[in-house]
């Protein structure tokens, strides 16, 4: 008689973990930024319909690496979330500490739970404003959080640009100009290729702006940007 297959649940996580690493890794990196003014955002997405990058909630953004379907599911449960606690309580109630423990959560739920784990990892990141610092949290695919500070990257070769820009010794936030430049010259050293400005999405969270903080870049914008 066969003897029954039998994997520990040690090795069980342990192939889970690869499995989402690896379709993680099969994407594009991500970086999140701080700058004088706010946060800025900078993914290489050559797809001018789907977005890597969005808007949560007044002063909240949203980036999403791996499979898309995965991620774009979670980035509609963080709005839905986010509009409902605004309507019951109030639109300062909603904070991306809230949203990433909340995505850790649902995350850390599937990745012990189910077989397939999620392919994704997220970054949620709010904009201080009145003296506030700003917030960046990473979040993985077995729902494990990290609070980030001065700069966060995800997807693709996420270690290689965290070192490039690691060496860069911040002290201060950069301009606008000044980070900008640095992403993509981070994102172009570690694909070792030239990125056209069509192939970037980028946008901002600008704590000058009245209102919604969310600003997206479309090409001509930061073609401009880099040229002043």
Do not use: W
């Amino acid at each position: 008689m066969p003897m029954p297959y039998y994997v520990s649940p040690e090795q069980m996580m342990q192939d889970k973990a690869e499995y989402a690493k690896k379709g993680i890794a099969k994407g594009r990196s991500i970086i999140a930024i701080e700058y004088v003014n706010g946060i800025l955002l900078v993914a290489e997405n050559p797809s001018a319909s789907l977005y890597k990058i969005s808007e949560i909630y007044d002063s909240i953004a949203f980036a999403g690496a791996g499979k898309y379907s995965e991620f774009e599911n979670l980035r509609k449960a963080g709005i839905r979330h986010a509009d409902l606690k605004g309507f019951m309580y109030s639109r300062e109630d909603v904070t991306a500490r809230s949203l990433a423990n909340g995505y850790s959560q649902s995350l850390g739920t599937i990745f012990s739970q189910e077989l397939k784990p999620l392919e994704v990892e997220i970054l949620v990141v709010q904009v201080g404003h009145n003296g506030q610092p700003n917030e960046m949290y990473r979040i993985s695919f077995d729902g494990s959080i990290i609070d980030e500070r001065t700069f966060a990257v995800i997807g693709g070769k996420s270690e290689a640009v965290q070192a490039l820009l690691k060496e860069k010794g911040f002290t201060q936030p950069p301009e606008l100009q000044a980070a900008l430049t640095l992403c993509i010259t981070a994102l172009e050293q570690i694909g070792n290729q030239k990125l056209s400005l069509e192939s970037l999405e980028v946008a901002v969270l600008d704590r000058t702006r009245e209102g919604r903080k969310f600003r997206r870049l479309s090409p001509a914008d930061t073609k401009q940007l880099l040229a002043t």
